[in-house]
């Protein structure tokens, strides 16, 4: 048997999650080994939000151009790819090469192992023949991979995922998607933008699903406008590919064809590859159960996209702010043993308190960040208009048996959105009770940027009549706000 080599800690997966976790803990002088089976950094950089935020950027950039007629002249558009999968490849993924964020780590004094990891007892991860026993704790920042749903004849044909969508050097005459959330519809609209024959199937009743109706609405009109063709309440049944192209078949005997097939049906944990069971946890389940400091069993941590508390880059951070923190603190006891006070520096010698200032802009020594807290939570669709969001859905408040009062105000009658000719919504979600926010929903052209003022006012519980009688500045897309919180009835 493999003799474990002691390390302070050993984090799982370096995707966003696990490498500021590693990152930030081997800065601060702890012995850090970071396991990465594929590329360190993960799916944003390579595979999620940069690359896609690339295309979208040039995406946005030929619809503004389309709307130069009557508006400012004419302008003709002729849409290129090429430069767009440079881009891609070039700037953002080093054409999926890791070597950058390698560097990166080792370079902020981690030590780096390629494989998978997975527990092997108590305090231990094995690699291959390795086995490292941690002093301090684990950190499981495995994340997700696309769940793909087992539809008849799905498997056997070459669909892709978003891995395949973005790394796309030249496009299909036709594109069929699977899935209506998020990263089906941004996707969605980049290809229709670029001349591709978009197809969007959704099992439920409505798109973006999870967002206030209104939303979904005003994204799914201007997505037809781009030419996408939306099939709603299609429970797909199964699918064929003939060596040309795909046949996606409905259960209500519905049928649609293109060259390629996207399947954005969402993203699965996959537990049982972690070795859970050997620390006695149930690896069946969904996701990886945490705490409010991420905490999933003694000495084990998790970060990110695998602790099922939101499918965000910015989760994965905030998370991570809070285990480097609470990691340190377990260091500085360790070494020290407690600190009667409970306010001292972080962490002796190399471990300077500086250093435990946290992703999510929190500092002060460690163990002094907060608890996690998701109620604010924001998330960003970036389709045009992009969809904000903040908190509760007025359904989701309801169901919660919150007393909800509701404001909302269209984009186009605020002077800005008239000027731009812009389609969008500002929703508030109120809570009478309380006389605060607690969700809110912010479509628009720059729905993403004026969100933040919706989630400062969720987070920080800032009172209804404080929000009713500030000034907003003239004429803005964010002056809808004052509108839409005036309007809760
Ligand atoms: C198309 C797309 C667009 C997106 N756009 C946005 C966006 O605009 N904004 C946003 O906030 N989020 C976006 N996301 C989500 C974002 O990418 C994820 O929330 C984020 O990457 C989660 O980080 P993570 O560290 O939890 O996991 P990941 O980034 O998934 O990293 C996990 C890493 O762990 C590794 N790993 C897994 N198991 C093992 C093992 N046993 N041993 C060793 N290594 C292992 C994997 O190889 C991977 O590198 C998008 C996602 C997609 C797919």
């Known amino acids: 048997m493999t003799e474990p080599e002691i390390v302070d800690v050993v984090v799982v997966g370096l995707g966003v999650g696990g490498e500021e976790v590693g990152g930030r803990l081997a800065e601060a002088g702890l012995s850090v080994v970071g396991v990465e089976r594929d590329l360190v950094g993960g799916e944003c950089p390579y595979w999620g939000c940069i690359p896609s935020k690339m295309m979208i950027r040039a995406a946005n950039a030929i619809a503004e151009a389309r709307r130069v007629d009557g508006l400012a002249g004419t302008a003709e558009v002729r849409p290129d790819w090429a430069p767009v999968a440079k881009r891609i490849r070039e700037e953002a993924t ?13 370079g902020r004094g981690g030590r780096f192992v390629r494989g998978s990891g997975r527990l092997d007892g108590p305090g231990r991860v094995r690699v291959g023949d390795q086995v490292f026993q941690a002093r301090h704790g684990i950190v499981l920042g495995t994340g997700t991979r696309p769940s793909v749903p087992p539809i008849d004849g799905l498997a056997d044909t070459p669909y892709w995922t978003n891995h395949q969508a973005i790394e796309v050097e030249e496009l299909p005459g036709s ?5 209506g959330g998020a990263i089906g519809l941004e996707l969605a609209q980049v290809f229709a933008r670029f001349g591709v024959r978009v197809t969007v199937v959704e099992a439920l009743d409505r798109v973006l699903a999870v967002e206030e109706p209104e939303a979904s609405e005003v994204v799914a009109a201007a997505l037809r406008t781009d030419g996408v063709e939306i099939h709603t309440g299609v429970k797909a049944a199964r699918v064929d590919h003939d ?24 993203r699965r944990a996959h537990l049982e590859e972690l070795g859970l069971d050997t620390v006695g946890i149930d690896a069946r389940q969904r996701f990886l159960p945490v705490d409010d400091r991420l905490h999933v069993a003694d000495g084990l941590w998790a970060v990110g996209d695998v602790t099922g508390e939101g499918a965000f880059t910015h989760i994965a951070m905030y998370q991570a702010a809070i285990v480097v923190a609470d990691l340190l603190d377990h260091a500085r006891r360790a070494t020290r043993g407690p600190d009667p006070s409970g306010t001292a520096s972080a962490v002796g010698g190399a471990m300077g308190a500086a250093s435990a200032v946290g992703a999510n802009g929190s500092s002060g020594p460690a163990g002094t960040v907060p608890p996690a807290d998701y109620r604010a939570l924001p998330r960003v669709t970036f389709t045009d208009p992009e969809v904000g969001a903040v908190g509760l859905t007025e359904h989701q408040a309801r169901e919660r048996g919150i007393n909800v009062q509701v404001g909302f105000a269209e984009l186009s009658s605020s002077t800005r959105g008239w000027i731009h000719r812009a389609d969008g919504f500002i929703k508030v979600v109120a809570d009478a009770d309380q006389g605060v926010l607690i969700g809110a929903t912010s479509v628009g052209p720059a729905g993403g940027e004026v969100l933040s003022g919706l989630v400062v006012a969720v987070h920080a519980a800032v009172p209804l009549a404080q929000l009713r009688h500030m000034i907003y500045a003239y004429p803005t897309f964010h002056r809808a706000i004052g509108d839409a919180v005036r309007d809760l009835s």
């Open 94 to 106: 080093d054409t999926w090469d890791d070597r950058v964020a390698v560097e990166r780590f080792t």
């Open 175 to 179: 594109l069929l998607v699977l899935g």
């Open 243 to 266: 060596g040309e192209g795909f046949t996606l078949r409905g259960a209500g005997g519905e049928t649609f064809t293109a060259e390629r097939l996207l399947v954005v049906t969402g």
